[in-house]
């Protein structure tokens, strides 16, 4: 079965840390770009971090950068999302997407070049 999954999402108190993890089932995920993308109640999904395939690039949305570190591990057929630093406005939906197409830092934050989608995982940051 051709999926992604993701886990490592839970409550933590603010200025507290988590890691994400984005697991590839019945593909290589080597040979996907890899976006992290979250949705807050009430709000639309945005881009939080984006991976090339090889693992050469990377961006960051402008609220993040700086706390958190995309990074993978394509012998593991996984990538992660270190978040540190954490407040209550990370709190939202967290779900990774695989990408065939080479995203650059104009186009790696628009969900349309995404062709596959985790089910997300829940982040709380709260006291």
């Known amino acids: 079965q051709v999926q992604l999954v993701e886990s490592g999402g839970g409550l933590v108190q603010p200025g507290g840390s988590l890691r994400l993890s984005c697991a590839a089932s019945?593909?290589?995920?080597?040979?996907?770009?890899i976006g992290w993308f979250r949705q807050a109640p009430g709000k639309e999904r945005e881009g939080v971090s984006y991976?090339?395939?090889?693992?050469?690039?990377?961006y960051y949305a402008v609220s993040v950068k700086g706390r958190f570190t995309i990074s993978r591990d394509n012998a593991k057929n996984t990538v992660y999302l270190q978040m540190n630093s954490l407040n209550a406005e990370d709190t939202a939906v967290y779900y990774c997407?695989?990408?065939?197409?080479?995203?650059?830092?104009?186009?790696?934050?628009?969900?349309?070049?995404?062709?596959?989608w985790g089910q997300g995982t829940q982040v709380t940051v709260s006291s």
């Open positions: 019945g593909f290589r995920l080597g040979d996907y770009a």
């Open positions: 991976i090339s395939r090889s693992g050469e690039n990377t």
């Open positions: 997407a695989a990408s065939g197409v080479l995203l650059y830092g104009t186009s790696w934050y628009l969900s349309e070049y995404y062709n596959r």
